[in-house]
């Protein structure tokens, strides 16, 4: 009986370090400011997302935004999925705070591909007057901005990360 409890109690121990380790090394923190980075790009992202995925709000849906990725841009097919998927549940992730990091990492990833695909060759500034051929890329500098900050301090308050963080 002694060994039983004793390996029992090692195994204890043993995942008891790994949550420990967890914490330490992707520390979450209960700050408004990230919570407001975090809220306000998810719902941008998942209303996008949901264009590309569901056709909702005038999007073209999966198959057709699957057709413009792969067809019209050149994007391999499995790149296209991931862009479409982080979108969608990369914003769903960040408006309920679960995986923030990872869901920011994806739309940063999205936000890096934008610019050098499409939006770098207008320059920087937004086409306000109508009078460039596209969109520049100041809209995706920002996004990158706000997807570092989430990726360096987390959720912030009222996620689900700081809540299993806590656990």
């Not at 997302?49 to 499995?78: C, D, E, N, R």
């Not at 679960?98 to 990492?105: E, Q």
Request: with cysteine.
């Amino acid at each position: 009986m002694g060994a039983a409890v004793a390996t029992a109690r090692n195994a204890r121990r043993e995942r008891e370090s790994r949550v420990i380790i967890v914490k330490q090394t992707i520390p979450q923190h209960n700050q408004a400011a990230p919570a407001i980075l975090r809220l306000v790009l998810g719902v941008v992202f998942f209303t996008h997302g949901a264009q590309k995925m569901l056709g909702w709000w005038g999007g073209y849906g999966f198959s057709g935004t699957m057709g413009m990725f792969t067809h019209a841009m050149g994007i391999p097919a499995v790149f296209a999925f991931l862009a479409i998927a982080a979108e969608f549940f990369g914003g769903l992730g960040l408006i309920v705070g679960l995986l923030g990091r990872v869901a920011a990492f994806g739309i940063a990833c999205n936000m890096v591909v934008a610019i050098v695909k499409v939006h770098a060759a207008n320059g920087l500034f937004m086409n306000w007057a109508g009078n460039q051929k596209g969109e520049g890329f100041e809209y995706h500098l920002l996004v990158l901005a706000m997807t570092v900050a989430i990726m360096i301090v987390g959720s912030g308050a009222f996620s689900i990360d700081l809540a299993l963080m806590r656990r």
